[in-house]
């Protein structure tokens, strides 16, 4: 605000918008607030006034409150629309009869330098500063203003500021978001040979995971586990698992290696390679059965090892034959088929997509 006639217009477009306005803070100040920005999670949680009406706002919502256009302080777009109606008119002293802070009239105190027409309203200062901050103007000859002396207001700016970067932060929240979804999206729409082996063995996974759910869940349930016969029937049906697990994995490892194929131009050296790799246990040996802790979902490549001696076998015994991770590595099938517990079907190409959604994606690398 700048006043030499009497009445005076504030006009808003000389106001600097928020990135400049933070980029123009004095040193100081800024490396204040740098230190002592108030964290995302705390400003999540509080409560917050707009400091001119004192109405509580949801200063998650950006843009609800704004900045006071001479104080660097947040304050609700009804305050700031107010501020801007109407002119400003001045006493004789020249000195704005409106609070520079909440634009009404009232109990004003007036800054003692000589150039600032600025004036305070004792409402807007007690209300944001407290009593004790009333007294000192009160007591004080000389006061300058929270415009000439900004630092007044410190805690006050650093809140603006602090509300500033939360917003920055949700942008760039929303913005990863969106980006990771396209990224996902366009990775979906890939028909490259690892993309097809991963969708597909993604999709094995599931079947494995559902089938040793269900049957896990089953067998929990069933009242007659102690049953010799019961558990020989039980027991016949965990061997078809591993069977089809087994057929589903040689299908994954076929139609891998025709992907790569496809993709890359036939080569047997190539193939051999691979198959070679393939075969190589002893190359992934890291993890055995017993030694295999399951932390929640994130389990990386372990082989099982079996109690007799069995390669890739996963011989999962009672006790860890719920556990899906393990099974993902070696064990896929076309449970579909066979077993009526689990709901995914066939080894076709389009219910890989349908499967992508659900699945969790461990080994997206
Ligand atoms: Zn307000
Ligand atoms: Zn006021
Ligand atoms: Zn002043």
């Not at 109606?85 to 006493?91: A, I, Q």
Request: hydrophobic fraction near 30%; charge should be negative; charged fraction near 35%.
């Amino acid at each position: 605000m700048s006043g030499d006639s009497d009445d005076c217009l504030v006009v808003e477009t000389k106001i600097l918008p928020d990135k400049k306005w933070a980029e123009s803070l004095e040193k100081e100040e800024l490396e204040y607030f740098t230190k002592n920005q108030i964290p995302f999670e705390e400003l999540e949680d509080r409560v917050v006034r707009c400091t001119a009406c004192f109405k509580q706002g949801n200063h998650k919502q950006k843009g609800f409150f704004v900045r006071h256009p001479g104080l660097g302080v947040p304050i609700c777009k009804d305050c700031k629309k107010f501020y801007f109606e109407g002119s400003w008119r001045k006493d004789d002293e020249g000195k704005f009869e409106y609070c520079g802070w909440c634009a009404q009239g009232g109990d004003l105190f007036c800054c003692t330098n000589d150039n600032c027409p600025n004036a305070f309203c004792l409402k807007c200062v007690k209300r944001n500063l407290g009593r004790t901050a009333v007294s000192k103007i009160e007591d004080s000859e000389e006061w300058k203003c929270f415009e000439c002396e900004p630092n007044q207001l410190r805690e006050q700016r650093l809140l603006f500021f602090s509300i500033l970067a939360f917003w920055t932060k949700v942008d760039e929240k929303v913005k990863k978001k969106v980006e990771a979804k396209k990224a996902k999206e366009k990775a979906k729409n890939r028909s490259d040979c690892l993309t097809k082996t991963y969708q597909l063995a993604s999709q094995c996974n599931l079947i494995s995971k559902n089938f040793v759910t269900k049957n896990a869940e089953n067998w929990a349930k069933n009242p007659n586990f102690s049953d010799k016969k019961v558990k020989e029937q039980s027991a016949e049906d965990f061997s078809k698992y591993l069977a089809l697990s087994q057929k589903n994995l040689n299908q994954l490892k076929q139609r891998f290696l025709e992907s790569v194929d496809e993709d890359l131009g036939a080569s047997k050296k190539r193939s051999e390679k691979l198959t070679e790799i393939i075969e190589d246990l002893d190359s992934i040996s890291n993890g055995h059965l017993e030694a295999i802790v399951v932390k929640k979902e994130k389990v990386k490549f372990q082989v099982l090892q079996n109690s007799s001696d069995e390669e890739s076998t996963p011989k999962a015994n009672g006790k860890k034959s719920k556990v899906p991770e393990e099974v993902q590595v070696s064990d896929t099938d076309e449970l579909a088929s066979s077993s009526e517990d689990e709901k995914d079907s066939d080894f076709d190409s389009d219910n890989i997509e349908k499967e992508e959604k659900s699945e969790n994606k461990q080994q997206k690398k």
